[in-house]
């Protein structure tokens, strides 16, 4: 019995096989986790275009920024593929995938993604500026059921863009900024809450979505009934 658990358990417990493991599951989400920064940049164009462009965007600006973004993230998800590929290296005995690849490119990719992340900001702090300037105008223009579901969707956009900023910006910016700038190593300290974060936004823009929006049609329908019956 010994001996059979111990050939069955052989592949998991060889050290080269545990590398293997490490580097093929962490390659396509490190890989994936790269575009985030990106990402971020072409949503608050987006944004930015919809807001500041809105008929422009309508007949053209939209489907350029979509054609852009579903070629260039995955061209980047290529390169970062390709490029763990040509450097896997084994600098330490551990089980991250910082110990299986070469430490530079780690660093430069990581460097690179927080980089992209602290562009969006700006972007998006002049589209949060213009759509709460915008919510201002709709308020006092009319009070009608469309422009009541308009101003509540507007609201969740905000609520979406504030989480972005907290649990997805902010941290992917200030971590390589203390790691590399200070030795503060947040991520050996408490652990990978980056990805921990983007769980989280995601699901709280979940919820956000379906509260605010089932919350927006029963108001919509009882204002809708009373103005029939006006």
């Known amino acids: 019995m010994k001996a059979l658990i111990s050939i069955s358990t052989r592949p998991f417990l060889d050290e080269n096989r545990s590398y293997e493991i490490i580097f093929w599951t962490g390659v396509f989400v490190y890989s994936i986790e790269f575009v985030i920064g990106v990402g971020n940049i072409f949503i608050a164009f987006d944004r930015f275009l919809a807001i500041q462009r809105p008929i422009h965007y309508c007949q053209s600006y939209s489907q350029v920024v979509l054609k852009l973004y579903v070629t260039v993230l995955p061209l980047i998800i290529c390169v970062a593929f390709v490029a763990c590929i040509f450097n896997r290296k084994i600098t330490e005995s551990g089980l991250v995938f910082g110990h299986v690849v070469d430490t530079n490119l780690v660093y430069t990719i990581t460097l690179s993604n927080s980089f992209a992340s602290f562009l969006a900001m700006p972007v998006s702090a002049i589209f949060l500026y213009s759509l709460c300037k915008f919510n201002k105008r709709q308020t006092l223009v009319s009070t009608d ?46 652990g990978p809450y980056i990805p921990l974060f983007l769980a989280i936004y995601t699901a709280a823009c979940s919820v956000l979505f379906t509260v605010k929006l089932t919350r927006n049609e029963r108001t919509t329908r009882v204002t809708d009934v009373r103005s029939a019956v006006v």
């Open 145 to 190: 059921s469309s422009s009541v579901r308009m101003r509540r969707t507007n609201q969740i956009v905000v609520y979406q863009l504030l989480l972005e900023m907290i649990l997805v910006v902010i941290p992917m910016t200030i971590t390589p900024v203390l790691n590399y700038g200070f030795g503060i190593n947040l991520p050996g300290t408490f």
